[in-house]
């Protein structure tokens, strides 16, 4: 039944799910029918505005990213941790020992959706950030000439172009789902 | 027992968030220059704010409220490096000059990345006087 409702709608049906997944953590009413019935009505609307506007595609709703991400977000909290620790250690140093640099780094990921990842997540390692986003490079300024390691970078590129797919599970089950009909 | 436990690990969060924070601070005010600023900036909004929340957590009655707060952990999560790189772009593109290197020399015209041409009508780079310059 899920499955099948999953080769109709598929980006319906997860938004759907997620919306109402935030509407219940955020109010907390599990137990009172009329408020639950507003958070269903709002839930509606907001899917049916949002499938007017054209915004369910793999942008709007990128169902095609897990559950590779979830893997990736670990990982990049690790890098964050670190990276944390090496800018408060240049921050406290007695004299300053600072050696800026920007470098180009490049980005080969399939989407728009994956370069605004890759970028973020280079963006949110203090130490380095992006100042500039190109059709196949970022340009980054990095706090110290360790940071400013491009081969580091490009290897965090490397992760997120693994689960950067164009199409996920999803669509080629709707696919599947619109030959068989 | 427990309750204790979790005093202690959250005073822990509570203390090393506070740090950061504080190194994030001394950092936007030692640093020479803008862009060197902004990753002293980043340690606040991340692992500063991040530590404090799950702190924050871990003090908290019921699970409603931890819930919420590790949703302002995840959208901090994913706002504050869309502002950065918002700050860091405008500053790359309107033509403002990096410090560069161990000397933290302005680089020169031309030198280094440049930005992606979308547009062709970009001002020329600035350089700030040299007492401007702070660190």
């Known amino acids: 039944m899920l499955r099948y409702l999953a080769t109709l709608a598929g980006r319906h049906l997860a938004l759907i799910l997620g919306l109402a997944g935030l509407w219940l953590l955020l109010s907390w009413y599990f137990d009172e029918a009329t408020l639950l019935a507003f958070g269903a009505a709002s839930v509606a609307l907001?899917?049916?505005?949002?499938?007017?506007?054209?915004?369910?595609?793999?942008?709007?709703?990128?169902?095609?990213?897990?559950?590779?991400?979830?893997?990736?977000?670990?990982?990049?909290?690790?890098?964050?941790?670190?990276?944390?620790?090496?800018?408060?250690?240049?921050?406290?140093?007695?004299?300053?020992?600072?050696?800026?640099?920007?470098?180009?780094?490049?980005?080969?990921?399939?989407?728009?959706?994956?370069?605004?990842?890759?970028?973020?997540?280079?963006?949110?390692?203090?130490?380095?950030?992006?100042?500039?986003?190109?059709?196949?490079?970022?340009?980054?300024?990095?706090?110290t000439e360790s940071?400013?390691?491009?081969?580091?970078?490009?290897?965090?590129?490397?992760?997120?172009?693994?689960?950067?797919?164009?199409r996920g599970r999803l669509d080629a089950a709707s696919d599947r789902g619109a030959e068989a009909s | 027992m427990i309750e204790l436990?979790?005093?202690?690990?959250?005073?822990?969060?509570?203390?090393?968030?506070?740090?950061?924070?504080?190194?994030?601070?001394?950092?936007?005010?030692?640093?020479?220059?803008?862009?060197?600023?902004?990753?002293?900036?980043?340690?606040?909004d991340t692992m500063g704010a991040d530590l404090i929340l799950l702190a924050m957590a871990l003090q908290a009655d019921d699970l409603s409220t931890v819930v919420k707060l590790l949703f302002i952990f995840f959208f901090l999560l994913m706002t504050s490096p869309v502002s950065t790189h918002a700050a860091a772009h405008?500053?790359?593109?309107?033509?403002?000059?990096?410090?560069?290197?161990?000397?933290?020399?302005?680089?020169?015209?031309?030198?280094?990345p440049q930005p992606y041409p979308y547009d062709a009508g970009r001002p020329p780079r600035v350089t700030l006087p040299e007492g401007a310059r702070r660190g």
Do not use: C
């Not at chain 1, 994956?114 to 100042?131: A, D, E, K, Q, Y």
């Not at chain 1, 965090?156 to 797919?165: I, S």
């Not at chain 2, 405008?90 to 280094?112: D, I, Q």
């Open chain 1, 46 to 143: 907001t899917v049916w505005l949002t499938h007017h506007m054209g915004l369910l595609d793999r942008e709007g709703v990128p169902t095609q990213i897990f559950p590779g991400v979830l893997g990736y977000l670990v990982w990049l909290t690790l890098e964050i941790g670190k990276a944390n620790v090496l800018v408060t250690k240049e921050v406290l140093r007695p004299r300053l020992a600072l050696s800026p640099k920007m470098i180009a780094v490049p980005a080969g990921q399939r989407t728009d959706l994956g370069r605004t990842i890759f970028g973020n997540s280079v963006t949110l390692t203090p130490g380095t950030v992006t100042v500039d986003v190109g059709k196949d490079r970022l340009v980054i300024h990095a706090l």
């Open chain 2, 90 to 112: 405008a500053a790359f593109v309107g033509g403002l000059n990096p410090l560069t290197g161990r000397s933290l020399t302005y680089a020169k015209e031309g030198e280094g």
């Open chain 2, 5 to 44: 436990s979790l005093d202690i690990l959250s005073w822990a969060l509570f203390v090393a968030g506070g740090i950061l924070v504080f190194a994030g601070a001394l950092g936007v005010l030692r640093f020479p220059d803008f862009y060197t600023r902004l990753h002293a900036a980043g340690v606040t």
């Open chain 1, 147 to 166: 940071l400013a390691d491009e081969e580091g970078i490009a290897a965090m590129g490397a992760k997120v172009r693994r689960f950067d797919r164009l």
